[in-house]
Antibody, heavy 119, light 109 residues
Framework: QVQLHQWGVGLVRPSETLSLTCAIY????????WSWIRQPPGKGLEWIGE???????TYNPSLKSRVIMSVDTSKNQFSLKMTDVTAAETAVYFC?????????????WGQGNLVTVSS | EIVLTQSPATLSLSPGDRATLSCRAS??????LAWYQQKLGQAPRLLVY???SRASGIPARFSGSGSGTDFTLIISSLEPEDFAVYYC???????????FGQGTKLEIK
């Protein structure tokens, strides 16, 4: 059974960097793309970007200049950093696996982390 | 980028009713549309992908249909645990991003 467990700092000051990590259990990083998705309180879902086991990334164009994703294959984990955050980026951040098919949906999700951006 | 528009925004029904949720794409997406269910405080759960394929472990009362620009998720007979928010989603070819609909809230009447 695939499980994703994520963690990170819950409170970030404006203009600073948000950091989250997602660990994968029951499946290898290899062979899949892994995404980060966020959801402001009471609002809809926004895709942030994706990464695969070799570190190949694609980012949402609207966030591209501030997002860095990385993988650690030895720990079967992947991470998100988002720089220069604003209060509007307060959200629950999810990690998720992309199902290995054409135009993949997200078939496994982490539990989500609320990240609050506030001074 | 494809824009996905869901309707209605809110649907008020009773247990045992049939629910019909709609998702319209701004341009054709073929069959490449997925549906998710999200309950309060939880991550979304994949229900249907490729327009009509049920994900693993999803009850048969959930069914998806459609192609091109118009898609439907039907819940044939609502159970109490089905009251939640539902999202549609598509993977864009270019730019290579994901689009989500704004959601339909299915509430108890």
């Amino acid at each position: 059974q695939v499980q994703l467990h994520q963690w990170g700092v819950g409170l970030v000051r404006p203009s600073e960097t948000l950091s989250l990590t997602c660990a994968i259990y029951g499946e290898s990083l290899s062979g899949y793309y892994w995404s980060w998705i966020r959801q402001p309180p009471g609002k809809g879902l926004e895709w942030i970007g994706e990464i695969n086991h070799s570190g190949s990334t694609t980012y949402n164009p609207s966030l591209k200049s501030r997002v860095i994703m990385s993988v650690d294959t030895s720990k079967n984990q992947f991470s998100l950093k988002m720089t220069d955050v604003t209060a509007a980026e307060t959200a629950v951040y999810f990690c998720a696996r992309e199902k290995s098919i054409v135009a993949p949906p997200f078939d496994y999700w982490g539990q989500g982390n609320l990240v609050t951006v506030s001074s | 980028e494809i824009v996905l528009t869901q309707s209605p925004a809110t649907l008020s029904l009773s247990p045992g009713d049939r629910a019909t949720l709609s998702c319209r794409a701004s341009h054709s997406v073929g069959i490449y549309l997925a549906w998710y269910q999200q309950k309060l405080g939880q991550a979304p759960r994949l229900l249907v992908y490729d327009a009509s394929s049920r994900a693993s472990g999803i009850p048969a009362r959930f069914s998806g249909s459609g192609s091109g620009t118009d898609f439907t998720l039907i819940i044939s007979s609502l159970e109490p645990e089905d009251f939640a928010v539902y999202y549609c989603q598509h993977r864009n070819n270019w730019p290579p991003t994901y689009s989500f609909g704004q959601g339909t809230k299915l509430e108890i009447k």
